[in-house]
């Protein structure tokens, strides 16, 4: 499994991915979810993956290599829209080759999903969902966050804390949280984490941050959201209606 | 959707599920997903289902019709594992009737998965939870609480806080807590809810507490809940790698 973040908010774009794949609880490894096509001073647009990593592997591959002689490329493609399409097409061309004999195919799952984000210059930075089927989603103000992969432990504390205005810092420590929460209620989601942040208009290579095991700043998180979750727990009251002793009327 | 959890603590058993049922999000309604098999004195059964309304409704009222005339019921059988045993060959004999028209099923879901807990004289209080092929596994010690249908929203808070010693009052809170982080995070799941707990060794119709849109308990802890959350999250330091200006050497 996998789990992936991409946020848009006023300041910029987060991205974050666990490095986790699995096929089998006995076949365990660590890939990289996150990958880059940058032109400085012109273009960033970062994808997360999650799904089948044949597939995911073939598509990044393929649209890497197409960067030095395809008609069209994703240093080449005039606006983040049809970045989004280029991968969509690129999504359902490696599934055309690899997943059409239903003979060998039989109980595999070969789909995948992208997040395709970034900023090209001449318009605002954009976020983009790709399903399996190649189409996409667009994130917008009212739901600057977008997800793939193991979603759901870790999106209610995305939906308490993310806003198109938290600053990125904030919102960095939320996706941290979520990630923590996810990793601990299901095993094949893990460390390290891969992190970008990327500020609105600014076309330099992207900062990013790996979270290791070890990682000081993810530990004292851990640390201080368990313990102050425990503690607000604590501080709440028991029912009003709850008394051990109650019975129901026969 | 549907939401439902069962415990089983030193001190007893809780069981919890919303009322939300839909066909489609334009046909939404409002259904009791828990049922008590009881017998004052001596037993104690409560069922809480997920999954096709069609499906678990019948299999419901075919345990209850067989309560009068049946070889064997739910208030004839020796032990909590020949009840949830006749949860489960109750469910096959349901899809057996209604699943098998490979015609007219085209499309349609009609597994259910159950939950099935509570105590006969002469045994301590026990758990299962019924997959939708109605095999069963049993909650332990080292894994004290089930659930069945959207359960990952809920999960983190329990797997924080649950273990086999949390006192009724406490894990009660949880359960509200797990209810709301769900609500929250998907529309399908609705309340009101159905709340039920079993003192160990009381065989006492058990109490329960039907949560509303105004109950005020409910109403406390969600904005407790919320508040404290925020609180916490204010209060951790913003990641000691992240400075605004940033740009990763190109």
Excluded at 104 to 123: A, H, N, P, T
Excluded at 148 to 169: F, M, N, S
């Amino acid at each position: 499994m996998t789990y992936c973040v991409g946020m848009i908010l006023k300041e910029g774009l987060i991205f974050a991915s666990d490095s986790r794949t699995n096929a089998g609880v006995d076949h365990v490894a660590t890939f990289r979810k996150m990958n880059v096509f940058s032109v400085p001073g012109e273009r960033q647009i970062v994808l997360l993956n999650a799904g089948n990593l044949a597939t995911t592997q073939s598509v990044v591959s393929l649209l890497k290599s197409r960067l030095q002689h395809a008609a069209q490329h994703l240093h080449s493609v005039g606006n983040m829209y049809e970045a989004a399409e280029l991968v969509g097409q690129t999504i359902r061309e490696v599934l055309a080759r690899d997943a059409n004999d239903s003979t060998l195919g039989q109980g595999v799952d070969y789909s995948c999903s992208f997040l395709v984000g970034g900023q090209i210059r001449g318009e605002p930075p954009r976020l983009f969902q790709l399903y399996p089927q190649g189409n996409f989603i667009e994130a917008t103000p009212d739901t600057p966050y977008l997800q793939v992969g193991e979603a759901k432990y870790g999106k209610p504390i995305l939906d308490r804390v993310i806003r198109d205005d938290t600053p990125l810092a904030q919102a960095i420590k939320c996706t941290l949280i979520s990630f923590d929460s996810t990793i601990r209620s299901n095993l094949s989601v893990g460390l390290p984490l891969d992190l970008l942040w990327q500020l609105r208009d600014d076309f330099r290579f992207p900062p990013r941050h790996r979270v290791t095991e070890d990682d000081p700043y993810f530990l004292q998180l851990r640390q201080g959201w368990g313990e102050g979750l425990r503690s607000v727990f604590g501080q709440l009251p028991d029912a009003l209606w709850f008394h051990e002793g109650d019975a129901a009327p026969d």
